[in-house]
């Protein structure tokens, strides 16, 4: 088991950058396959991007291809969403999740349903 815990969250403007962290702690960190999600208020929780085990697979939303970064450290157990050009339509709240994996899986997963552990969520504000 692993729990998640979400940071970096906040409020600003159009065209600025904000870093969300998401540390794990429990079973081994690199056990898992991460993921970033968000929900915007009144609007189903969506897929933001993906990494594998080993960072050396990542997969991105649309939306957000280009102005995001995901990222992760292994030996820190953290994962990262660096986030630039932030846009209004960035605002929700953002979720870090994992999914076991296997050492021989670099793959990565788009769909909440793969992911058995969530954190709490930050909150992330782009005001126009």
């Known amino acids: 088991q692993v729990q998640l815990v979400e940071s970096g969250g906040g409020l600003v403007q159009a065209g600025g950058s904000l870093r969300l962290s998401c540390a794990a702690s429990?079973?081994?960190?690199?056990?898992?396959?991460m993921g970033w999600f968000r929900q915007a208020s009144g609007k189903e929780r969506e897929f933001v991007s993906a990494?594998?085990?080993?960072?050396?697979?990542?997969n991105y939303a649309d939306s957000v291809k280009g102005r995001f970064t995901i990222s992760r450290d292994n030996a820190k157990n953290t994962v990262f969403l660096q986030m630039t050009s932030l846009k209004p339509d960035d605002t929700a709240v953002y979720y870090c999740?994992?999914?076991?994996?296997?050492?021989?899986?670099?793959?990565?997963?788009?769909?909440?349903?793969?992911?058995?552990?969530w954190g709490q969520g930050t909150q992330v504000t782009v005001s126009s």
């Open positions: 429990g079973r081994s960190f690199s056990n898992y396959a």
């Open positions: 990494i594998s085990w080993s960072g050396g697979s990542t």
């Open positions: 999740a994992a999914h076991p994996t296997s050492y021989s899986d670099r793959r990565t997963y788009n769909e909440p349903a793969f992911y058995d552990y």
